[in-house]
């Protein structure tokens, strides 16, 4: 019975660390970028985009697709950045331990 009062309590302080840790995520600001830095797009620990910088001899209002695909082009580089943080401060809070392939908390 000892061992899952000790498992219980090792329980409780990973949620709360977790929840921090969602919480931090919000300060989080990543940038991904594409057509060498013409577009630039910044998101939150949470992968909510939160401003697009476009330089502008990029945009082409006869070629709208162009800058649709870089703006996605960026966003999916900061996604991908995030999702590293993300995966870096998980390792951190659980000691190193990791996660079987293809499983991911909650966030």
């Known amino acids: 019975m000892k061992n899952i009062g000790n498992m219980m309590k090792q329980a409780q302080q990973m949620q709360a660390k977790m929840q921090e840790m969602q919480a931090s995520l919000e300060q ?29 001899s990029i945009v082409d209002p006869e070629d709208v697709e162009v800058l649709e695909d870089l703006i996605v082009a960026a966003f ?12 870096e401060e998980t390792s951190k809070m659980m000691g190193g331990l990791k996660l079987p392939p293809g499983m991911k908390l909650p966030f």
């Open 28 to 56: 989080v600001e990543v940038t991904g970028q594409s057509a060498a830095g013409m577009v630039v797009v910044t998101v939150n620990g949470k992968s909510e985009m939160k401003k697009v910088k476009l330089d502008k």
């Open 76 to 87: 999916n580089d900061a996604k991908k950045k995030v999702e590293q943080h993300v995966a």
